[in-house]
């Protein structure tokens, strides 16, 4: 990413306008930026319709008022190659490149993702084969379906190698705080590295998760990871592709090379990022570094209102090496006179279901 990439980035992530390219698709992604809230301005592109969306088309990228900060792309392969050249030339910022059968898909395929690139030029282009770009914060939704998740002006920044995951996490009932998701699909030309480079910088985001299949460049990926490690900003992965057939499935998928599980975990440990081995996992880890922020040491207190969830909080904690410390004299006699007289003061402390649900009563504790 040069530095005129890394502006046209920007400019993608937050648009004043949007171009949409294409049929279906492009009137998803009209639909899901209404539904977001985005106040900018829609720009469809269609020569066959008056409307998408409820949005006055226009029949060639040349008739838009002028050159977009973003465009969402569904439009066929070899279209969305042109399509993008006279982009590059018209001074767009931003694509998204919806449009898959590029190098996922054999020589063929990588044949004309070659070409895409070239006729790419500064712009930052995102994908192809990708879902998009979500900023919670700003209202965007470069998307083609409907997604959840919601921010209270902060929060994670997801950048996953799966579309149809990237979309499943925003569904999630978990209650993470959301910034952005991505979608980088086959990387041709912005790729996961790029994105955190960009993403750590930003004060709204206080955690990033990444969905890795396979790195195309270790070297920038680990400087722009320790990078965020110095900004305070945490990495949790969730790396797929360790099994011989994850691994085949990684190289159909989005023409990523998956490399061997204990070099990534070596890689990992360098670089201080996080791992977790089940979207749950990146998630509520995610969610903790949001709302918590970077635990300073291995101490920990446990609350809950059941005896079976203390024991076991108490016994993963072991395992990992977090530490349970008992609480001192004055704050377990302090303990005694708020909870409930059936409660054992402890550390982690099941505080009873009799003062369960009762703010008051457990807020003190």
Request: glycine content about 10%; aromatic content about 6%; proline content about 5%.
């Amino acid at each position: 990413m040069n530095q005129k990439q890394r502006q046209n980035l920007e400019r993608l992530l937050n648009p004043r306008h949007l171009a949409i390219i294409g049929g279906r698709d492009a009137e998803a992604v009209a639909k899901e930026c209404e539904r977001i809230g985005f106040t900018g301005q829609i720009w469809p592109v269609n020569p066959k319709r008056e409307k998408i969306g409820g949005f006055k088309c226009f029949a060639s990228v040349e008739d838009l008022p002028e050159a977009p900060d973003a465009v969402y792309l569904a439009i066929p392969r070899e279209a969305a190659i042109s399509t993008v050249k006279r982009l590059a030339e018209m001074g767009a910022s931003g694509v998204v490149c919806y449009t898959a059968g590029f190098s996922e898909i054999g020589a063929e395929g990588t044949e004309l993702e070659k070409s895409l690139v070239s006729a790419s030029g500064d712009l930052a282009l995102v994908g192809p084969n990708c879902y998009g770009v979500i900023n919670y914060i700003d209202k965007v939704a470069l998307w083609p379906f409907p997604h959840g998740g919601a921010s209270p002006g902060y929060g994670a920044a997801i950048i996953t190698q799966s579309g149809m995951l990237s979309s499943d996490l925003t569904m999630s009932q978990r209650s993470l705080p959301f910034a952005y998701m991505i979608s980088v699909g086959n990387q041709s030309v912005l790729r996961l590295e790029d994105f955190i480079d960009v993403l750590c910088t930003k004060p709204e985001v206080k955690a990033i998760g990444l969905h890795i299949e396979g790195v195309k460049d270790i070297s920038r990926f680990s400087e722009v990871a320790l990078k965020a490690l110095e900004a305070g900003v945490p990495i949790v992965a969730l790396k797929t592709g360790s099994s011989e057939i994850g691994s085949e499935l990684t190289v159909s998928h989005t023409a990523s090379l998956s490399g061997s599980d204990d070099l990534f975990q070596a890689l990992f440990d360098r670089l201080g990022i996080i791992r977790v081995s089940h979207p749950v996992q990146l998630l509520e880890t995610l969610k903790y570094l949001c709302v918590a922020g970077i635990p300073k040491g291995k101490r920990l207190v446990g609350l809950t209102c059941s005896g079976g969830g203390a024991t076991l909080l108490a016994d993963h904690a072991e395992k990992i090496g977090l530490e349970f410390t008992r609480p001192s004299k004055k704050t377990a006699k302090r303990l005694t006179r708020l909870l409930h007289y059936t409660a054992t003061v402890s550390n982690p402390l099941d505080y009873t279901t009799p003062i369960w649900g009762i703010p008051e009563r457990v807020l003190p504790v």
